[in-house]
Nanobody
């Protein structure tokens, strides 16, 4: 069976850094991504990695601050978050799909999700 497990969330101060990990099992995925959801808000796209061409996408709000990467075995997806801001606070979810997505993926296009990890940035 497919499993995605996030880790690395926590409480950091404004300007701090955090590294999230998403460990996967049960499949080889063409597209993986990070989404986040703040209280009272819809789940929003953060970053993604597509295996074909190794293409990464980032939301405008995190571009230049966050970096998504994958292990050589493609079993783990990382999200390095630098210069964190209070507006980055939310539950971060890892998502995976077997097929490769074109452009910024929609949350509804993913078949598998992790349980999420809380990221809180204090001012």
């Amino acid at each position: 069976q497919v499993q995605l497990v996030e880790s690395g969330g926590g409480l950091v101060q404004d300007g701090g850094s955090l590294r999230l990990s998403c460990a996967t099992s049960g499949g080889s995925f063409g597209t993986m991504a990070w989404f986040r959801q703040a209280p009272g808000k819809e789940r929003e796209f953060v970053a993604s990695h597509t295996s074909s061409g190794g293409i990464n996408y980032y939301s405008d709000s995190v571009k230049g601050r966050f970096t998504v990467s994958r292990t050589n075995a493609r079993a783990t997806l990382y999200l390095q978050m630098n210069n964190l801001k209070p507006e980055d606070t939310g539950v971060y979810y890892c998502a995976a799909a077997f097929n490769r997505k074109v452009g910024v993926p929609r949350a509804t296009s993913f078949d598998y999700w992790g349980q999420g990890t809380q990221v809180t940035v204090s001012s």
